[in-house]
């Protein structure tokens, strides 16, 4: 199958700080993206989606002045955690699908954020 | 939108059969897909049904009815590495994948 990377895979930080997390298909075009996120024992929750060239689409209760996402290329995809707080301590995962709705997502190995 | 129900915690002995079970509502679907997930890890594929009936693949397989908007995931030969959590996923229409909440698998000898 696809290949998803993140980059990187584990980041510890001070509290006020930004971090920048790299999504990236290395073998097909990623038209769509979707960032995750996931707190300890529970599900992944959507937090928003971005189709390469426009704005991304942020799910209800997630702030899209902290979670700045960037879909500059059909491979590359960054979300930054803007003013980082322990509270923004999570797994964060991307997927990737190619150019139509029936496509495969596919995952990236995730990041782990702790904010300190 | 779309929602899952499934089995939050299921324990099986090494060797037997498991199933776990998923409904789900949504407006819209283009599949039910199950996801594995080992604690520290990122989930991967483990299958996908778009139409009904049984896929299998090797020791998982999988069931779709969509009339029933129901599924399930079905682990044969238990093996103490396939304790994780199995979550199933579905998209509807030109939308990102769902996820359930998960099964919490525990195989004990």
């Known amino acids: 199958g696809a290949v998803v990377s993140q980059h990187p895979s584990r980041v510890i930080c001070k509290s006020g700080t930004s971090v920048k997390i790299e999504c990236r298909s290395l073998d097909f075009q990623a038209t769509t993206m979707f960032w995750y996120r996931q707190f300890p024992k529970q599900s992944l929750m959507l937090m928003a989606t971005s189709n390469e060239g426009s704005k991304a689409t942020y799910e209800q209760g997630v702030e899209k002045d902290k979670f700045l996402i960037n879909h500059a290329s059909l491979t590359l995809s960054t979300l930054t955690v803007t003013s980082a707080h322990p509270e923004d301590s999570s797994f964060y995962i991307c997927s990737a699908r190619g150019g139509t709705a029936q496509e495969t997502q596919y995952f990236g190995p995730g990041t782990r954020l702790l904010v300190l | 939108g779309q929602s899952l129900e499934q089995p939050s915690e299921v324990t099986a002995v090494e060797g037997a059969i498991v199933q776990i079970n998923c409904t789900y509502q949504t407006s819209g679907f283009y599949g039910l897909s199950w996801y594995q997930q080992h604690d520290g890890g990122a989930p991967t594929f483990l299958s996908y049904?778009?139409?009904?009936g049984l896929e299998e693949t090797g020791r998982f397989s999988s069931f779709l009815s969509r009339s029933d908007s129901y599924g399930y995931l079905l682990l044969q030969e238990l093996q103490m590495k396939d304790s994780a959590s199995y979550f199933c996923a579905v998209r509807g229409g030109n939308t990102p994948l769902v996820f359930g909440k998960g099964t919490r698998l525990s195989v004990i000898a």
């Open positions: 049904n778009a139409l009904d």
